[in-house]
């Protein structure tokens, strides 16, 4: 899909306007109505019929679509909804849901970041005895093939978390227990879905006094947020698709905002007013900041002067030569490309390189051996 070819490309790497020709609007909506349209039929699904031949087929195309299209976190709703409608003979069917469930919990964080890890770094860490793995294993390609032992089922974890990037003092459940929220050392604040492990709020930053707080959403919008009553100020509207990163002016008069649109905006912190839209040549700013005078904005694509506008040069990929081999946090390198995403439990605090292996040293002690073909 998206004739994508290197397993290390981002989601956020990926032009809307190819996945929109990749995908026409009719197989996005099969791809995210058809559990619906099932439910709509009231009829149950039973062993061997056409939706668990299309599942057992076809999960990990639709995956791979879902990702395209920003939807990972509705795969694990949908899937739970199937569930419900199988038949009480259908016992190998709901095995198999369950486990694609838990596939999806387990890996939800990389299949969002990364479309095709689904058929890599996914597979190859899946427990060894999973119904999920014995079914498409076979069916792709392996690249990557581990020479240590692999977990034999899934263990009690259900998801990990992933997006702060120090550390993180303090998580609470909202009363419902449908939300939970993460306090990190990176200086925000995130809301996690429980039942999907994945969140809606991109970033969180206080103002300078401390007084209020800004949050970036998948909404298009930026609220901000008095802290002593968590009432919401004000919700600043015009972004047209998620906002990434939010920011402050030293002197707390002014919030910028970067959007997946393309724009930069900056507004009125105490009257929501948009003072200027600053047009960029990325969708990809996450980390913004205000330079010391108020006059720029550093952003991690380069800096902005207010209040014109930057043009932004999108990286130029190299082409692979011949195979060298790293680790970095939490990626195995092909010639200083991203290659294969790294399951929690396997980053290591040591790794060592030999031709065409890489030996990890796990936080739990084991020692995981890869082998790249």
């Not at 925000?188 to 969140?199: D, H, N, P, Q, S």
């Not at 920011?247 to 649109?261: I, K, P, T």
């Amino acid at each position: 899909m998206c004739n994508l070819s290197k397993p290390r490309t981002r989601r956020s790497e990926i032009n809307e306007e190819m996945v929109a020709s990749s995908l026409p609007a009719k197989l996005q909506y099969a791809c995210r109505y058809w559990v619906d349209h099932l439910e709509h039929s009231q009829r149950s699904v039973a062993d061997g019929d056409a939706v668990l031949v299309f599942i057992q087929t076809h999960l990990l195309h639709w995956l791979e679509a879902m990702s395209l299209m920003r939807e990972t976190g509705q795969c694990v709703r949908l899937l739970s909804r199937l569930q419900a409608l199988v038949a009480p003979s259908g016992d190998a069917y709901l095995a198999f849901l369950r486990n694609a469930n838990r596939f999806v919990l387990r890996f939800c964080s990389i299949l969002a970041e990364a479309p095709l890890q689904v058929y890599s770094s996914a597979l190859v860490f899946a427990p060894e005895t999973s119904i999920f793995r014995k079914t498409f294993v076979k069916q792709v390609p392996q690249a990557v093939e581990m020479l240590s032992d692999r977990e034999g089922d899934w263990d009690a974890c259900r998801s990990v978390l992933e997006g702060h990037s120090d550390n993180v003092n303090a998580v609470v459940f909202s009363r419902d227990g449908q939300l939970v929220a993460s306090a990190s050392d990176d200086r925000t604040v995130r809301v996690w879905e429980t039942a999907t492990g994945t969140y809606d709020v991109n970033a969180v930053v206080f103002s300078r006094d401390g007084q209020l707080v800004a949050s970036a959403s998948d909404d298009e919008t930026v609220r901000v947020w008095e802290t002593v009553t968590g009432t919401c100020r004000s919700e600043l509207k015009g972004h047209s698709q998620y906002v990434n990163a939010v920011v402050f002016s030293s002197d707390g008069q002014l919030v910028a905002s970067a959007s997946h649109d393309r724009t930069v905006r900056v507004w009125e912190t105490a009257t929501g007013t948009c003072r200027g839209v600053l047009d960029s040549s990325s969708p990809y700013i996450y980390h913004l900041t205000f330079s010391p005078d108020d006059q720029a904005l550093h952003t991690d694509k380069g800096d902005i002067p207010l209040p014109a506008s930057l043009n932004l040069t999108p990286p130029v990929e190299q082409e692979e030569q011949s195979l060298q081999l790293s680790v970095e946090d939490q990626w195995v390198l092909r010639n200083t490309q991203r290659f294969l995403w790294l399951l929690f439990k396997y980053r290591s605090y040591n790794s060592a390189v030999c031709k065409d292996m890489v030996c990890l040293r796990c936080p739990s002690g084991r020692v995981a051996l890869l082998k790249l073909q």
